[in-house]
């Protein structure tokens, strides 16, 4: 209360819309994810050095926002903003969820790490538990893995018969298209690394006891199967990849590119929303009188 902010949103409100990186990574029609260089940094010239400063640099804009959304919400509004984070493993959501969506205040933000179902949630449609987690009003919503896993992993190893799992692209895309209906701007990332940036990344988890907990057997075996996850993203792509809810694609072989870009897309997205404050539902003058007095 009472703080100062500075904020670069006002310049935005001038009808100009600046959206570089929701474009650079937008995966639009003919998207090849194969032909995206993984060490890539697009629309950003600087090193890791300059990157890191970008991401702090833009901290209080992105706290001003999301401000801003709930602000909107107490006065009724109904927008809110889900972000979904897909990639293999490794390939760095947890530091997406640290160092991106940390910076901002936790009462405005809603995150969902998503694991393999429970007994109960398989009782269910895959939706289901998606639903449950949506966020509310006002809020931004964070998906650690999400009802895409339904169609990538699922995929992969046949959990549900092909039948089952390819049906699901377009219930997914008229899930999403109800969403965005009812006010929900969904920005949908997928994480891309390489081969051997993971392997480097699983050598560290192997060889750094503070490491360890980090390490998965399992994620070996999800690795052996690096192609068709490969062509499961792809298909996600040409299938689910939508004008109300397209795919960005996010060059992540360098974790600080990764989380710049990120922060860029909410940053983009939410600057899209035209957030106002919302206006005083009571007499400000009459209660500046009244205060006065007492
Ligand atoms: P992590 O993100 O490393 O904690 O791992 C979560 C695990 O849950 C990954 O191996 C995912 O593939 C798995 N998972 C998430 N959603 C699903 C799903 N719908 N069906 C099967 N496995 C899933
Ligand atoms: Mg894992």
């Known amino acids: 209360m009472g703080k100062k902010r500075k904020t670069k949103t006002e310049t935005t ?3 100009v819309s600046s959206t ?3 474009d650079a990574l937008r995966a639009g029609e003919g998207f090849v994810l194969a032909d995206v ?10 090193d890791k050095a300059a990157g890191k400063e970008a991401l702090a640099a833009a901290d209080d804009e992105l706290d001003d926002l999301q401000e801003r959304l709930y602000a909107e919400s107490r006065a009724g509004g109904t927008r809110r903003v889900l972000l979904v984070i897909q990639g293999m493993d490794t390939s760095g959501k947890g530091g997406i969820m640290r160092h991106v969506v940390g910076s901002v205040d936790p009462q405005g933000v809603d995150l969902t790490a998503f694991k393999a179902p429970t007994a109960e949630e398989r009782s269910h449609p895959f939706l289901w538990r998606i639903r449950k987690a949506l966020p509310g009003p006002g809020m931004i919503g964070v998906f650690d893995r999400s009802h895409y896993e339904d169609v990538l992993v699922v995929r992969v190893h046949d959990l549900v018969p092909p039948a089952q799992w390819k049906r699901r692209y377009a219930t997914i895309n ?11 701007t969904l920005v949908k990332v997928m994480l891309h690394i390489s081969p051997e940036e ?6 560290e988890r192997l060889d750094r006891p503070d490491k360890h907990w980090k390490y998965n057997p399992g994620d070996l075996d999800e690795r052996a199967h690096w ?3 490969q062509e499961a993203y792809q298909a996600v792509f040409d299938r689910c990849s939508t004008a109300h809810a397209p795919w960005f694609v996010v060059p992540a072989d360098r974790k600080w590119y990764a989380r710049l870009a990120v922060q860029q897309l909410l940053l983009e997205h939410l600057r899209g929303l035209d957030l106002q404050w919302p206006s005083a539902d009571f007499d400000v003058e009459g209660e500046k009188k009244r205060l006065a007095t007492l």
């Open 227 to 229: 192609d068709a996850y």
């Open 20 to 22: 570089p990186f929701t």
């Open 174 to 184: 008229d899930f999403e298209q109800g969403l965005v209906e009812d006010g929900v």
């Open 198 to 203: 993971q392997k480097e990344r699983l050598q």
């Open 13 to 15: 409100s001038t009808g």
């Open 37 to 46: 260089d993984q060490r890539s940094t697009p629309q950003f010239d600087g």
